[in-house]
């Protein structure tokens, strides 16, 4: 913009009257290759920039992916896991739109500006000055745009959270709606979340649209002030008609650079506000990794020592007040289970039968007390080296959108045989026979294509495939048939015979006899 007020200096001065015809030919050719020069530019910065944001958002999702995966259980306890995946979606698509057209336009804006603010300078210091005394009240205007985008867009960030929540609900139970009616129900549900959503956006908008003309009309102001002096100065002889040119088409291309550099607050404050969330979870502490203990394969044997245990982190000791001892999940508890050897814990429900053994694989840890492994405890362990000797089924089957072979190896490069005799001994083998791809059949989303007695064989399978020393059953049969129950009652019979110690935590009588 400094080469446009330069010519229009020069023409105003008359420079261009006095030169030969070649002035015809290079003063057009010159203005061609400027912007010649300028589309190349903008081409570049373009490409690389953008290029940049996408490495930008690529390896922030992986780094933020790779931290929850470390997060204790607590965390997912009392989070929400679709405010998860809109962090790791829609923030970092916010914060990679700002690292890139945000970015380009702060910059571009920015270089405009100081080489305008400088040719103003080498025209006319004092009108120059004039001019920048405007330049606090348009900084402190726009930081408090600045705070409006980024309190909206916090909330907008949250609303979408909460847009995501309702929608993953809905859609992960599309039978319970149907067969409950509650189609009306959940639509209000989103309706509602999806209303404040917009709401959020409106207040957004609405900063944007009185920014842009408060800032102009302030900028204009200025403008106009500082004309007036210059035009009295052209009248008294003071500056040339080309320094009047020259210095008022410098002084209006800051117009237009201010106005984009206002108009690109909101989705840079998007961004800053989007990566403050992501700091956030990045900042939230991970799984302790326990001791530096490794052993190839434990014996298996469990011992708890006076175990006593809160959700939140309390002290539930025996001496407690009454208070505590009723929040308390379990208080002094104290078991042993020898290596080759299997017990079965029956109570009501909500007795602490699965916190029990959710201590043992340290998805949580004791309040008081300690749990041992062969003599030692298990904070001692290596944390990979401690689940590596345990292998878990819940009630709550967990299956992935893949075949199910890849989800009995899940993740493991092991021998196909290996895979079929685990499926075998899970009696998975008598249902996959009559699928069409056998083992290399699909499961669907969460399992949706098989009953809950199938899911639960497939986890069994998983778990006898891991050959761990220690097996958790939490209600693992629950699903099962009474024919498919006596079945994996006996195969898991055969297994203690010929591998190390065996820890059921069943709920159901009958299987524990």
Do not use: C
Not at 277 to 285: H, V
Not at 366 to 377: E, K, L, N, Y
């Amino acid at each position: 913009m400094a080469s446009f007020a330069l010519l229009a200096k020069k023409f105003g001065d008359g420079t261009f009257t006095h030169q030969d015809a070649r002035t015809i030919v290079w003063v057009p050719l010159a203005l061609v290759a400027l912007f010649v020069l300028r589309g190349l530019g903008d081409f570049t910065q373009t490409y690389f920039m953008g290029y940049v944001g996408r490495q930008i958002v690529s390896a922030l999702r992986r780094q933020v992916f790779r931290r929850v995966l470390q997060l204790p259980i607590g965390f997912f306890d009392r989070g929400s896991s679709a405010a998860l995946l809109s962090r790791l979606t829609f923030n970092t698509e916010q914060i990679g739109q700002a690292a890139t057209d945000s970015v380009i336009v702060v910059v571009r804006t920015a270089l405009t500006i100081i080489g305008s603010i400088g040719f103003l300078l080498w025209l006319n210091v004092r009108l120059t000055l004039v001019a920048l005394t405007m330049g606090p009240l348009v900084g402190w205007l726009v930081s408090v745009i600045n705070r409006r985008f980024r309190r909206y867009s916090r909330r907008i960030q949250e609303s979408m959270g909460d847009i995501t929540r309702v929608a993953k609900e809905s859609l992960e139970a599309p039978r319970l709606i149907k067969v409950y009616n509650a189609e009306e129900h959940l639509a209000r549900q989103f309706d509602a979340v999806n209303a404040r959503n917009a709401r959020s956006n409106m207040k957004l908008i609405l900063t944007k649209g009185i920014s842009n003309p408060t800032v102009q009309l302030v900028t204009v102001t200025g403008f106009a002030f500082v004309l007036s002096i210059a035009i009295a100065d052209a009248i008294h002889a003071r500056m040339s008609m080309g320094d009047l040119l020259g210095f008022l088409t410098a002084l209006v291309s800051i117009a237009q650079p201010l106005r984009e550099l206002v108009g690109v607050a909101g989705p840079l404050q998007q961004g800053i506000a989007a990566a403050q969330s992501l700091f956030e979870l990045l900042d939230e502490p991970t799984e302790p990794q326990g001791g530096a203990l490794r052993v190839a394969r434990a014996r298996g044997a469990v011992e708890f020592d006076r175990v006593s245990f809160a959700y939140g982190g309390g002290a539930p000791a025996a001496a407690a007040g009454a208070a505590t001892r009723r929040a308390a999940a379990l208080i002094d508890v104290s078991l042993e289970v020898a290596a080759g050897e299997s017990l079965a814990i029956v109570g009501r429900s909500g007795s602490g039968k699965s916190t029990l053994v959710n201590l043992l694989p340290r998805f949580y840890d004791t309040s008081a007390g300690s749990v041992r492994i062969d003599g030692r405890d298990v904070r001692d362990y290596e944390l990979a080296n401690l689940r590596a000797q345990i292998a878990v089924v819940t009630q709550d089957v967990v299956l992935f959108d893949d075949t199910i072979r890849n989800n009995i190896a899940f993740g493991r490069q092991v021998p196909h045989a290996d895979i079929e005799r685990a499926a075998e001994a899970a009696h998975v083998l008598e249902f996959v026979r009559d699928q069409p791809g056998g083992l290399d059949a699909l499961v669907g989303e969460r399992g949706v294509l098989l009953s809950g007695g199938q899911r639960q064989r497939i986890a069994i399978a998983r778990a006898l495939l891991k050959d761990a020393p220690i097996l958790i059953l939490d209600e693992a049969t629950s699903a099962l048939d009474t024919e498919a129950e006596r079945h994996i009652q006996a195969a898991l019979a055969q297994l203690l015979l010929a591998r190390g110690g065996l820890y059921a935590q069943l709920h159901r009588l009958q299987f524990s006899a």
